[in-house]
């Protein structure tokens, strides 16, 4: 079975700053891992994922994490903190492709402080 | 796309009362997914379709709670009769085959009083 481990469930960046939100993951075999993000009262939408393609992976609004095996890490990243990024972040893990059955992380809620 | 939709967006109704939250995914989506959202348990997946049939209801917390597909563009998840520990975000996700990821909807706050 695979499953995530999200590290702080909360976080406090200045505007500016590094966003670094931590993710781990166990599993068997290669997974694919997402992360996604939900502002207040809406669905969650997908961030970025990862599908073996690349370790490096870039998704939208200039966040960015990296695969790291030996780490079984997925660590999520953005150089600079916006306000907008206050959201709550989910990083989750599927053996499947990502449309079948997720599992997903206890969510990262990050603030920004002006 | 309107993306997935889900009604209505907000639900109060009394404890032992019939809740009906509805669902029409992305369509050419093949999958759909009932999650439920608390500060307490966070996401829980209830129960997902492919191509309409239920895959896997083992996250349906009991036998209060059921949900249908009948066609490829409409879902129910139904509750009978409602309880306060039913109060979350109800949120349907729709994916396709060879898909990477979940479309969601924005949620139906259900609350129970």
């Known amino acids: 079975a695979q499953s995530v481990t999200q590290l702080g469930s909360h976080v406090s960046v200045s505007e500016g700053a590094l966003v670094l939100l931590r993710c781990n993951y166990s599993s068997s075999v290669p997974p694919y891992l997402f992360w996604y993000v939900q502002y207040p009262n809406q669905g969650l939408q997908l961030l970025l994922k990862?599908?073996?393609?690349?370790?490096l992976v870039k998704g939208i609004n200039g966040f960015e994490a990296e695969f790291k095996k030996s780490e079984t890490s997925f660590h999520l990243t953005k150089p600079s903190a916006h306000m907008s990024d206050a959201a709550e972040y989910f990083c989750a893990v599927t053996l499947s492709g990502g449309y079948q059955k997720v599992t997903f992380g206890t969510g990262t809620k990050l603030q920004v402080i002006p | 796309d309107a993306g997935v939709i889900q009604s209505p967006r907000h639900e109060v109704t009394e404890m032992g009362q019939e809740v009906t939250l509805r669902c029409k995914p992305i369509?050419?989506?093949?999958?759909l997914f009932w999650y439920r959202q608390t500060m307490m348990r966070g996401l829980e997946l209830l129960i997902y379709f492919n191509n309409n049939v239920p895959i896997d209801d083992s996250g349906m917390p009991e036998d209060r709670f059921s949900a249908k597909m009948p066609n490829a563009s409409f879902s129910t998840l139904k509750i009978q009769p409602s309880e306060p520990r039913d109060s979350a975000v109800y949120f349907c996700?729709?994916?396709?085959?060879?898909?990477?990821?979940?479309?969601f909807g924005s949620g139906t706050r259900l609350t129970v009083v």
């Open positions: 990862y599908t073996s393609a690349a370790t």
């Open positions: 996700a729709s994916s396709y085959t060879g898909g990477y990821g979940y479309t």
């Open positions: 369509s050419g989506h093949d999958y």
